[in-house]
């Protein structure tokens, strides 16, 4: 069955980095679009970054500049590099792919401090 484990979350201060990474298992992932999403308390869960298997790449406008998706096939496996961190960033952010439906990882928090 399809899996998705992320990890890389964590406490940070603003302007600092963080590299959230994903395992991915049960589909083959070189074929499958892969996606971040994130969900702050309160909001709904919002794309921040896609992956095609092409490695074009789309980001929502809020992290344009900021933020790196990448993949590796080999590994099965997708990143979320984040820079220039700012508060407003704070939220639990998930793997994401649709394989006949959406499939989502647990997610990791990721909180932006000062």
């Known amino acids: 069955q399809v899996q998705l484990v992320e990890s890389g979350g964590g406490l940070v201060q603003p302007g600092g980095s963080l590299k959230l990474s994903c395992a991915a298992s049960?589909?083959?992932?070189?074929?499958?679009?892969m996606s971040w999403y994130r969900q702050a308390p309160g909001r709904q869960r919002d794309v921040v970054a896609t992956i095609t298997t092409s490695d074009g790449t789309n980001y929502a406008d809020s992290v344009k500049g900021r933020f790196t998706i990448s993949r590796d096939n080999a590994k099965n496996a997708v990143y979320l590099l984040m820079g220039s961190l700012k508060p407003e960033v704070t939220a639990v952010y998930y793997c994401?792919?649709?394989?006949?439906?959406?499939?989502w990882g647990q997610g990791t928090q990721v909180t932006v401090f000062s």
């Open positions: 994401s792919v649709w394989v006949q439906r959406y499939y």
């Open positions: 049960g589909f083959s992932f070189s074929r499958y679009t």
